[in-house]
T-cell receptor
Framework: AQSVTQLDSQVPVFEEAPVELRCNYS??????LFWYVQYPNQGLQLLLK??????LVKGINGFEAEFNKSQTSFHLRKPSVHISDTAEYFC????????????FGTGTRLLVSP | EAQVTQNPRYLITVTGKKLTVTCSQN?????MSWYRQDPGLGLRQIYY???????DKGDVPEGYKVSRKEKRNFPLILESPSPNQTSLYFC??????????????FGPGTRLTVL
C-alpha cells in the first residue's frame, strides 16, 4: 500500500527565511506527487505537481519541490517566506497503476512570524 | 468562475438526526470525491464517483452514503450521525476518471459538529 509521511507537524519560521517542508512516500511502483496548500478557513488548492520529466518542479507563490526517486522524497521549498505563506501544507501521492486515488499526508502547519 | 460549492459551511446537529451536505461543481467534471479532515490524520477519502450513477467506497465510508444522479452534484448523506463524525468535510472534483493526475478542485469545506 502506498503511504505518505510528512515528518513535521508544525514548522515555525521567521519572515524572509528559507523553509523546507519534508515529504516522503513509500511505493513499489512509480508515483505522481502533489503539494496542496490550505489557507485558514479555506479549501485546498494545488501548489505544484510532479508527473514526469524534470525532477525540479516550480509551483505558485514561489514554491518549488524536488522529486528524489532514490530517497523517495518530494520536499517543498521556498527561499524566502512571507507572512501570507502561513497555512497548512499537504503532500499527496497517486500510484501510477489502474485507477489512481489521491492519498494525503497528515499535513505540516507552516507558521511565519515577523 | 470555476468552482466547487458546498452547503452548509457550518452545521451543528444532534446524534441520530439525518443530514445532507450538498456539493456542486460547474466545471463539467466526471470525477467527484468526499474527504474528511481530522487533526493529525490529514484528509481521508470517504466516497468517490467516477461519473453519474457510479460511486464507490473510499477509505472511511462507514456511516456515510452518497448519490450521483446528476453530473454536477454529489451530496453526502449521514443517515444517523454520531459524535465521531464531527469533522471538517471537503468535496473535490477533477476532469478525468481513469487517470486522475488532473488537478482536483476542492470546495471550501463544511465544518460539522455532532453533539
Amino acid at each position: 500500500a502506498q503511504s505518505v509521511t510528512q515528518l513535521d507537524s508544525q514548522v515555525p519560521v521567521f519572515e524572509e527565511a528559507p523553509v523546507e517542508l519534508r515529504c516522503n512516500y513509500s511505493s513499489s511502483v512509480s508515483v505522481y506527487l502533489f503539494w496542496y496548500v490550505q489557507y485558514p478557513n479555506q479549501g485546498l488548492q494545488l501548489l505544484l505537481k510532479y508527473l514526469s520529466g524534470s525532477t525540479l518542479v516550480k509551483g505558485i507563490n514561489g514554491f518549488e519541490a524536488e522529486f528524489n526517486k532514490s530517497q523517495t522524497s518530494f520536499h517543498l521549498r521556498k527561499p524566502s517566506v512571507h507572512i501570507s505563506d502561513t497555512a497548512e501544507y499537504f503532500c499527496a501521492v497517486i500510484l501510477n497503476t489502474g485507477f489512481q486515488k489521491l492519498v494525503f499526508g497528515t499535513g505540516t502547519r507552516l507558521l511565519v512570524s515577523p | 468562475e470555476a468552482q466547487v460549492t458546498q452547503n452548509p459551511r457550518y452545521l451543528i446537529t444532534v446524534t441520530g438526526k439525518k443530514l445532507t451536505v450538498t456539493c456542486s461543481q460547474n466545471m463539467n467534471h466526471e470525477y467527484m470525491s468526499w474527504y474528511r479532515q481530522d487533526p493529525g490524520l490529514g484528509l481521508r477519502q470517504i466516497y468517490y464517483s467516477m461519473n453519474v450513477e457510479v460511486t464507490d467506497k473510499g477509505d472511511v465510508p462507514e456511516g456515510y452514503k452518497v448519490s450521483r444522479k446528476e453530473k454536477r452534484n454529489f451530496p453526502l448523506i449521514l443517515e444517523s450521525p454520531s459524535p465521531n463524525q464531527t469533522s471538517l468535510y471537503f468535496c473535490a472534483s477533477s476532469s478525468r476518471t481513469a487517470r486522475s493526475t488532473d488537478t482536483q478542485y476542492f470546495g471550501p469545506g463544511t465544518r460539522l459538529t455532532v453533539l
